[in-house]
């Protein structure tokens, strides 16, 4: 999918015990302007429940609404209860970015 400055891709396997792994491979900006399509093609695979790996290797740069975008994603995933929201491959900047907002730690696991 792709919007302003924003695409994505979702691949989605099966471990051996039928758990659902979805990963969302993202490129670009997550920002004022972006966030909400990421969100509106994360939350169905939340309500659907398992592993969603975010992939951000190719984000080049996240802003405050992105940042909050994204917390609010691992906030739904947990009260979902059976789904697991993980953020990999983070770009040195986006690593420094949620460690100054102590987010690091929280969104990583």
């Known amino acids: ?9 979702v691949d989605e396997s099966t471990d051996d015990k039928g758990y659902m792994t979805s990963t969302v491979k993202v490129d670009g900006r997550i920002v004022s302007s972006t966030y909400r399509e990421l969100d509106e093609a994360v939350r169905p695979l939340i309500a659907r429940g398992g592993r969603i790996i975010l992939d951000l290797t190719n984000v080049e740069y996240m802003d405050s609404l992105g940042l909050g975008g994204l917390v609010a994603l691992k906030v739904s995933a947990i009260n979902k209860g059976y789904c697991t929201l993980e953020l990999v491959n983070l770009t040195p900047r986006l690593k420094q970015l949620l ?3 102590n ?3 929280t969104l990583s696991a």
Request: glycine share 6%; net charge negative; no cysteine.
């Open 99 to 101: 460690s100054l907002t």
């Open 1 to 9: 999918m792709e919007t302003q400055g924003l695409s994505w891709t």
């Open 103 to 105: 987010l690091l730690q």
